[in-house]
């Protein structure tokens, strides 16, 4: 049973281009949750998703952030024109019913 | 809001030492979770430990054990027999149970525990 998996690992991008974050939750976890890090600091909550539908949103920047969740295939995390405030690491993480929240190992972004 | 509080930036401790690392939260929450991570170099977050607000027992997993006093608003860790090996980030979480609070972990700014020799 894999775990979380996030792809890439690390991705490097120039300003103002656009940047796409996977995440495959576990085998049969529905929810989905994306956190970011900045540098020295501690994970801070970006989005909640299940299936097709997102729940909480309420730490995504009004703006150039989307996620979305589809019946098929993984969670993806979007950002647009990106700027250099945007390199941080940015956390999945799944779980179904009432378990604990497991972690994906993180996809590391450098704008540059 | 649910706020963590992480007062301790760095703290170092012998090996075959023990350790306690602070952390203190505030929720208007009757319900929720507190939960520990060890993040090393690599990057990854690894889950360690997890208290319910209504457990009576704290919670013990192998060297790590959560001292929970709920009065007080605090769950530190304890580590038993740190090993170099424990040098990473540490993390304080919680998750609230009900209303716009559930699901969703906040976390505190972490401690970094360098082990040495």
């Known amino acids: 049973n894999a775990g979380v998996m996030q792809n890439p690992r690390h991705l490097v991008r120039r300003r103002g281009q656009e940047a796409r974050l996977r995440c495959s939750p576990m085998k049969g976890h529905s929810h989905v949750y994306w956190y970011r890090q900045l540098p020295e600091e501690g994970l801070k909550f970006m989005v909640y998703?299940?299936?097709?539908?997102?729940?909480?949103e309420s730490g995504m920047p009004k703006e150039r952030f989307s996620a979305e969740f589809p019946k098929e295939g993984p969670s993806i995390l979007r950002i647009q024109q990106v700027v250099r405030g945007d390199s941080a690491a940015y956390f999945c993480?799944?779980?179904?019913?009432?378990?604990?929240?497991?972690f994906g190992q993180g996809t590391r972004l450098t704008v540059v | 809001a649910q706020k963590i509080t992480q007062t301790q930036p760095g703290m170092f401790v012998q090996e075959k030492e023990a350790v306690t690392l602070d952390c203190t939260y505030d929720t208007s929450d009757q319900s929720y979770g507190l939960f520990w991570y060890k993040q090393p170099s690599s990057g990854e977050m690894i889950f360690l430990i997890y208290q319910g607000s209504y457990d009576e027992q704290n919670a013990t997993e192998g060297r790590y054990s959560l001292n929970f006093q709920k009065a007080r608003k605090s769950a530190n860790l304890v580590i038993s027999a740190s090993q170099l090996g424990d040098s990473a980030m540490y993390f304080c979480a919680m998750r609230g149970r009900s209303g716009g609070t559930a699901s969703k972990l906040t976390f505190g700014t972490g401690t970094r525990l360098q082990v040495t020799l």
């Open positions: 993480a799944s779980r179904q019913g009432a378990q604990e929240a497991f």
């Open positions: 998703l299940q299936k097709e539908n997102i729940i909480d």
